[in-house]
């Protein structure tokens, strides 16, 4: 009768150890996701930024080599990522592409004027760092004319700022909410042991005595709900590149390992405090609060 009492509370105790670490892991899983979201929506806002293209017109009379010097010197910018020299014949092709005619046949010589496409680093594609570069480029006699979309860029990072502060407030609040739902999974958790924990107590066992093992047991599900979170998070990953393989430009291995490390992070942690916070509040129970 004893070994079978003590086979149901260890059968018991597993069980709920086991619906810890998975309530733990499907919390940790809802951050990793809101996570890569804000991973992708951040590299999504810098390839927008960085395929904001600056045509600039060079003169005429220029000649082919000073165009190519002063693609380097574009390149040599801190502000620039890329800088493309565009012929009179490439302009002339690309144009036919688009028109779906050969209007240098029609006209009998070719009217475009060579150029380059400059592309700038994203924490550069705004007004007024644009409008400094074009001042600085327009001082030099081979530059004619520099055009860009100066309304699609406005509008592009009003938006970006915008989907910012909505996705960082969600973000905030979904946190708050992970916590407190890790912690009560783990309040909820200790509270079938604190009969033990007092019995511990009252037998003279120290206060670190009896934390030790529970903070150990609590580190241990936190790590092993991370993993489990950042399986799930790998697989869903692969599942929406398989999908939609577009995503591959906005792939950052380093960012997502980031996310993966911080995710296991904070379930070490939030499973370790509460650990140490359930247990404390039953160390300084009396026994007859223990009932209620």
Same mark, same amino acid.
């Given at each position: 009768m004893e070994e079978f009492e003590v086979s149901a509370s260890a059968k018991k105790t597993k069980t709920i150890y086991i619906s810890t670490v998975f309530g733990i892991a499907m919390?940790?899983?809802m951050i990793g996701l809101l996570?890569?979201?804000?991973?992708? +929506? @951040? %590299?999504?806002?810098?390839?927008?930024k960085e395929n904001i293209v600056l045509n600039i017109f060079v003169d005429d009379a220029a000649h082919e080599p000073d165009v190519m010097q002063l693609?380097?010197?574009?390149?040599?910018?801190?502000?620039?990522?890329?800088?493309?020299?565009?012929?009179k014949e490439i302009a002339a092709h690309n144009l036919q592409k688009d028109l779906g005619e050969d209007f240098v046949k029609f006209l009998g010589y070719n009217p475009l004027s060579q150029s380059l496409d400059v592309y700038l680093k994203a924490e550069h +594609? @705004? %007004?007024?760092?644009?409008?400094?570069?074009?001042?600085?480029?327009l001082k030099n006699p081979l530059v004619k004319e520099v055009k860009y979309q100066q309304s699609l860029v406005d509008q592009m990072n009003q938006n970006v700022t915008s989907i910012s502060i909505v996705i960082l407030a969600f973000a905030g609040i979904f946190i708050v909410v992970s916590v407190a739902l890790i912690n009560n999974t783990i309040r909820l958790a200790i509270y079938s042991q604190r009969f033990l924990i007092k019995s511990m107590q009252?037998?003279?066992?120290?206060?670190?005595?009896i934390r030790k093992?529970?903070?150990?047991?609590?580190?241990?599900?936190?790590?092993?709900g991370g993993l489990i979170a950042v399986i799930i998070l790998m697989g869903t990953l692969f599942l929406a590149i398989k999908q939609i393989p577009d995503l591959v430009i906005l792939q950052s291995y380093t960012e997502f390992g980031l996310v993966f490390a911080?995710?296991?992070?904070?379930?070490?942690?939030?499973?370790?405090?509460?650990?140490y916070l359930a247990v404390n509040k039953f160390l300084r129970l009396k026994i007859y609060d223990l009932y209620r």
């Open positions: 919390v940790l899983l996570g890569l979201i804000l991973v992708h +929506a @951040n %590299n999504l806002s810098r390839y927008v693609q380097k010197q574009l390149e040599a910018d801190p502000m620039v990522k890329q800088a493309q020299y565009v012929s +594609a @705004n %007004n007024a760092d644009i409008d400094k570069f074009k001042a600085a480029l009252l037998v003279g066992a120290t206060k670190g005595f093992p529970f903070l150990l047991y609590g580190i241990w599900h936190g790590l092993l911080v995710v296991i992070g904070i379930g070490i942690f939030i499973s370790g405090f509460s650990t």
